[in-house]
């Protein structure tokens, strides 16, 4: 399963390209896009970085910046349903490429947020912005969810042994690594 956005489907090509029999669909798991009046200019993080603060600041899970933006309780019910969809699949194994924001808002029920509410606070969109900085995730990691018979969900640590370490971006905080480049994960 790979996300609509191009990054996402030349990261799954190689995969894609190795298991040609698999069958390929593109699931609703694009990264979570906050910042809608910035799309089509060029810039830095530097230059975004006024307007991700104001955006956290706001605490306001129902705001939109713009047409091309999606608010924090969009991303959380996309997560949501991402989880359902995986728990459905009716297959042993299933491969999601996605992006890391993404992947933050659907393990917070998980591992950090406890059962997300249909209607999100403000204080809780705080909490999950401390758990988000808290959790690089690089390009390219893996994870792994395994979900038992009774609807819960063991989740892995998350994985970059496969990478070589020139490879290794997009954590967007602080590595926190042991020697084989793994972070460890809990069980809920």
């Known amino acids: 399963m790979v996300s609509p956005y191009r990054r996402a489907a030349q990261t799954a090509a ?3 390209a190795r298991f040609p029999a698999v069958p390929r669909e593109e699931w609703p798991v694009q990264e979570f896009t906050y910042l809608g ?3 089509g200019r060029l810039t830095t993080g530097a230059e975004r970085q006024q307007f991700r603060e104001a955006y956290w600041a706001r605490a306001d899970p ?3 910046d713009g047409p091309r933006s999606e608010s924090f309780q969009g991303v959380l019910g996309r997560g949501r349903d991402l989880l359902e969809r995986l728990r459905g699949a ?4 299933v491969a999601v490429f996605t992006h890391a924001m993404f ?3 659907t393990l917070w029920p998980l591992l950090g947020g406890g059962e997300v509410s249909a209607e999100v606070s403000a204080e809780e969109m705080r909490r999950f912005r401390a758990f988000a900085l808290g959790l690089p995730i690089p390009n390219g990691a893996l994870l792994e969810l395994r979900f038992g018979p009774g609807g819960g969900v063991a989740v892995g640590g998350i994985s970059t042994a ?3 370490a020139a490879l290794l971006t997009g954590t967007h905080g602080p590595r926190a690594e042991s020697p084989d480049r793994r972070r460890g994960g809990r069980t809920r």
């Open 14 to 16: 190689p995969t894609v």
């Open 37 to 39: 009046r910035l799309h």
């Open 62 to 64: 129902w705001y939109a």
């Open 90 to 93: 009716g297959v042993p194994r």
């Open 103 to 105: 992947i933050r808002a």
């Open 162 to 164: 496969h990478l070589p």
